[in-house]
């Protein structure tokens, strides 16, 4: 059974940094896209961004463009969100996904990821 596991979230100063990792169990991680969402209180979860299987493309939702970075590691099985001058807009239970079609595409969707993570707080302090 596969499962995410994320790390590292916390409370961060605004315009500082901070970097999420999901640890992947399991042997098919090197085929899965994955994703990252958030969801501020209150709020519908919202696409941050994802990076496709190879670890060759990224795409990012608009508002995080220039300021977030995914990546992943396929022989740890692990994939990051490294996020850069944060603003208070992006404090949100964020989540890392699965997308388990193998060697599938991006997808900006939270119907087209079967895997969650538990989510991981971040929260900004002026």
């Known amino acids: 059974q596969v499962q995410l596991k994320e790390s590292g979230g916390g409370l961060v100063q605004t315009v500082g940094s901070l970097r999420l990792s999901c640890a992947v169990s399991?042997?098919?991680?090197?085929?899965?896209?994955m994703g990252w969402f958030r969801q501020p209180l209150g709020k519908e979860r919202q696409f941050v961004g994802a990076i496709d299987w190879t670890g060759e493309r990224t795409y990012y939702t608009d508002s995080v463009k220039g300021r977030f970075t995914i990546s992943r590691d396929n022989d740890q099985n692990m994939a990051y969100l490294k996020m850069n001058n944060l603003e208070p807009e992006d404090t949100a239970m964020y989540y890392c996904?699965?997308?388990?079609?193998?060697?599938?595409?991006?997808?900006?969707?939270?119907?087209?990821?079967?895997?969650w993570g538990q989510g991981n707080q971040v929260n900004l302090s002026s």
């Open positions: 399991g042997r098919s991680f090197s085929v899965y896209s």
């Open positions: 996904t699965a997308n388990t079609a193998e060697n599938g595409p991006i997808c900006t969707s939270v119907a087209n990821y079967a895997l």
